[in-house]
């Protein structure tokens, strides 16, 4: 941002002063509690031609990382193993490219079926809280939980 000199004299001339241009922050919590406690990232192969946004729920397709994607038939369901830290570009044929994901952890799966509270990403197929928070015995990983933040 660029900090312009003014005076209010002419503040239609120049503008909205920069001290008026802020910044919006959201209050959006990752966690939703402290157990099972989220472990450090392991780094796993990203899948090919995929662009992953950061705090995407991910699974493992062909031993490879591509976004969970839910389905009413457990055996072609992708289930979530994790949630990518940082955003992810691959190509075709990927060798080289991985993505940091954890593993473990309690996360905010919103308030809302549209997620809102929530930085997660996920696949367009999870549409409801619903399908987001209730997956005993699909989750890929049984220390990786999703759930509504409590708000006091």
Known sequence: MANIIMSY?????????AFEVMDL???SNLL????????????ILLGDSLTLAPFSVVGLSSGKLVMAT?????SSAIKP???LLHGATSGSSNTTVFGEVLLTGNFNAGVNDTGDDSPLVWHASFDTLAKKTTWEGVVGNPL?????RRIV
Do not use: C, M, S, W
């Not at 004299?9 to 002063?17: D, F, L, M």
């Not at 939703?32 to 780094?43: C, I, K, L």
């Open 9 to 17: 004299k002419n503040a239609h001339v120049r503008g909205v002063p």
């Open 25 to 27: 922050y959201t209050d």
């Open 32 to 43: 939703a509690g402290a157990e099972p406690a989220v472990q450090g990232p392991r780094r």
């Open 70 to 74: 839910y389905n009413a038939t457990l």
């Open 81 to 83: 193993i994790g949630v």
């Open 144 to 148: 990786l939980v999703f759930r509504q």
